[in-house]
């Protein structure tokens, strides 16, 4: 009896230890990997709309999956106040309570009192509406960027300035 219980916390702790080898697997993607991944105008209903490549942000196991977003310019489009971001995802994510498939997404946010955001997803393509999740104001301090993809083995979070949704990856 005693092996048997040796033996059922040695695979627990074997499950746990490849889990989390899965989840450090996963860092932020090279400059020269987010120019492969980010479009020059991302694909939004009928429109291809400009990205600012200076707030692309991306995570990758390094095997050729990512999560990743970018700033849209949508001055004189139609997506104008109501997305701000395309967004990818090669992996099952759950953001907050919202649960995205592998694909590509749109989402806008609005402020809700100081210390939250609203932000809405949608499929890219078909502009659909998928669900939304609130980011929090994170306590943090010093240089803040626009847009931030942290990966899972840091804080697992998706940062809109100094607001943050937390995601976890689906394998």
Not at 22 to 36: C, G, I, Q
Not at 93 to 118: C, H, M, S
Request: net charge positive.
């Amino acid at each position: 009896m005693k092996h048997l219980g040796f033996f059922c916390l040695a695979v627990s702790a074997l499950t746990a230890a490849i889990g989390s080898q899965k989840l450090s697997n996963w860092r932020p993607a090279s400059e020269v990997e987010l120019r492969d991944i980010i479009p020059a105008r991302a694909p939004v209903g009928k429109e291809h709309i400009e990205t600012e490549f200076r707030t692309a942000s991306a995570i990758t196991d390094g095997k050729g999956e990512y999560v990743a977003g970018v700033g849209l310019i949508t001055a004189g489009y139609a997506a104008e106040g109501k997305y701000s971001n395309f967004f990818i995802t090669q992996v099952p994510l759950k953001i907050a309570t919202l649960v995205l498939r592998p694909g590509e997404y749109v989402f806008g946010w609005r402020r809700q009192g100081d210390n939250a955001l609203a932000v809405k997803f949608y499929e890219a393509a078909s502009e659909k509406f998928v669900g939304s999740v609130k980011a929090q104001r994170t306590g943090r301090i010093g240089r803040i960027e626009s847009f931030r993809i942290l990966p899972p083995d840091e804080r697992a979070a998706v940062q809109i300035g100094r607001f943050a949704m937390h995601y976890e990856l689906s394998e």
